[in-house]
């Protein structure tokens, strides 16, 4: 019953990617919206043009490095922090008050303190780390949260201290918390550093889009921004895969 779910699922998940191709395409193969949506054939022939390799390589280098590094910046900000706060619990509204206070500023306009901060080539990594940082405090916290009453109380007749109970109880039950929030954060994280490269860094995939916007072209910003869709998807899978593990072992 499971397999024929998780086919039923695929299948219909085929079919709306399908449906929105080809919506895609019609739409911009009879200009229904005007000069700026090509059709999808176009942005596919603009995009894997071979002369073009070579600039869609070094964007989604530059923007992948940025991406990753705040991905583990913010990953480990988050779960230290939670981590500290469920340990040392007069830390934990302070904490969770920080945490909401970095979520609410815009990343826009977090762009400027970065660059005068560290540097334009390191901006987007620091934008991207903010992105990240909340969803894996956040899931970190909950899921610490998440042990078993029963288990809770076992440990304190055990007199196991806080430390020791954290460790062999509490992290063990958020593993697929975290899981789960290191999944939602990738796409973030990309947002972000797509984001910080408008603050001056010098290529990637943000820039691209900067770039084609400024000089009205129009298949080059559907290429760069279908090229983001494509690398966020691919990695949002690995990372389901991932959790989908998380699950199996830790539940």
């Known amino acids: 019953m499971r397999a024929s779910?998780?086919?039923?699922?695929?299948?219909?998940?085929?079919?709306?990617?399908?449906?929105?191709?080809?919506?895609?395409q019609v739409i911009g193969h009879y200009?229904?919206?005007?000069?700026?949506?090509?059709?999808?054939?176009?942005?596919?022939?603009?995009?894997?043009?071979?002369?073009?390799?070579?600039?869609?390589?070094?964007?989604?280098?530059?923007?992948?490095?940025?991406?990753?590094?705040?991905?583990?910046?913010?990953?480990?900000?988050?779960?230290?922090?939670?981590?500290t706060a469920y340990t040392l619990p007069v830390l934990q509204r302070g904490s969770d008050r920080f945490a909401a206070v970095v979520n609410s500023i815009p990343s826009i306009a977090l762009g400027p303190i970065f660059l005068i901060l560290i540097s334009r080539e390191a901006t987007p990594a620091g934008v991207a780390s903010i992105h990240v940082f909340f969803i894996v405090y956040v899931s970190m916290s909950s899921g610490l949260a998440s042990a078993?009453?029963?288990?809770?109380?076992?440990?304190?007749?055990?007199?196991?201290?806080?430390?020791?109970?954290?460790?062999?109880?509490?992290?063990?039950?958020?593993?697929?918390?975290?899981?789960?929030?290191?999944r939602l954060s990738w796409p973030a994280a990309l947002i972000g550093a797509i984001i910080g490269e408008w603050f001056g860094a010098p290529r990637g995939i943000?820039?691209?889009?900067?770039?084609?916007?400024?000089?009205?072209?129009?298949?080059?910003?559907w290429s760069a921004v279908l090229l983001a869709a494509m690398v966020s998807l691919f990695f949002f899978g690995l990372l389901t895969l991932a959790e989908r593990a998380a699950y199996r072992r830790f539940r």
């Open 206 to 221: 943000g820039i691209l889009i900067i770039n084609s916007m400024q000089n009205f072209q129009i298949d080059l910003l």
């Open 31 to 83: 200009q229904l919206a005007g000069l700026s949506w090509p059709p999808l054939t176009a942005v596919l022939q603009y995009l894997f043009d071979p002369d073009r390799h070579a600039l869609f390589l070094r964007a989604i280098d530059a923007t992948l490095r940025s991406t990753v590094a705040g991905y583990l910046i913010g990953a480990l900000t988050g779960i230290a922090l939670a981590s």
């Open 148 to 182: 078993s009453q029963a288990h809770e109380d076992l440990f304190s007749a055990l007199g196991s201290s806080r430390l020791k109970r954290f460790l062999r109880l509490n992290f063990p039950s958020a593993v697929p918390a975290i899981v789960s929030g290191l």
């Open 5 to 24: 779910s998780r086919l039923t699922a695929i299948a219909y998940g085929t079919a709306g990617l399908a449906g929105f191709f080809a919506l895609w």
